[in-house]
């Protein structure tokens, strides 16, 4: 059984950071993509960070690219993202997420996709302040 519990989450001022953390079981991290979504209330949930195989392919939406940083440690099997330079844009919740199919299948354009992923955490708040 596949389970991710995200941590990390919390409360700063625009301009200030933070760093969330995924510990996954069930699941091994190097096999497949990886990401962290945001969903703030009334919005739909959007793609933020991924990393995907065959050499640590990274995808950022727009916004946060410059200023998030996705990583993966496999011998823990967590996945991290830490977060600089917050807005009170970046306010949402944040989840984790992980999918069971292969790279071969997904590809660049739909690594950052909801429909990708089908393991989801139960969600991390970020409040930014300005």
């Known amino acids: 059984q596949v389970r991710l519990v995200e941590s990390g989450g919390g409360s700063v001022q625009a301009g200030g950071s933070l760093r969330l953390s995924c510990a996954t079981s069930g699941y091994t991290v190097s096999n497949s993509c990886l990401g962290w979504f945001r969903q703030s209330p009334g919005k739909e949930r959007e793609g933020v960070a991924s990393i995907c195989p065959a050499g640590d392919k990274l995808y950022y939406t727009a916004s946060v690219r410059g200023r998030f940083t996705i990583s993966r440690h496999n011998g823990k099997n967590t996945l991290d993202l830490q977060m600089n330079s917050l807005q009170p844009e970046d306010t949402a919740m944040y989840y984790c997420?992980?999918?069971?199919?292969?790279?071969?299948?997904?590809?660049?354009?739909?690594?950052?996709?909801?429909?990708?992923?089908?393991?989801w955490g139960q969600g991390t708040q970020v409040t930014v302040s300005s």
């Open positions: 997420a992980a999918s069971s199919r292969a790279w071969r299948l997904i590809g660049h354009t739909s690594a950052l996709s909801f429909s990708t992923y089908n393991y």
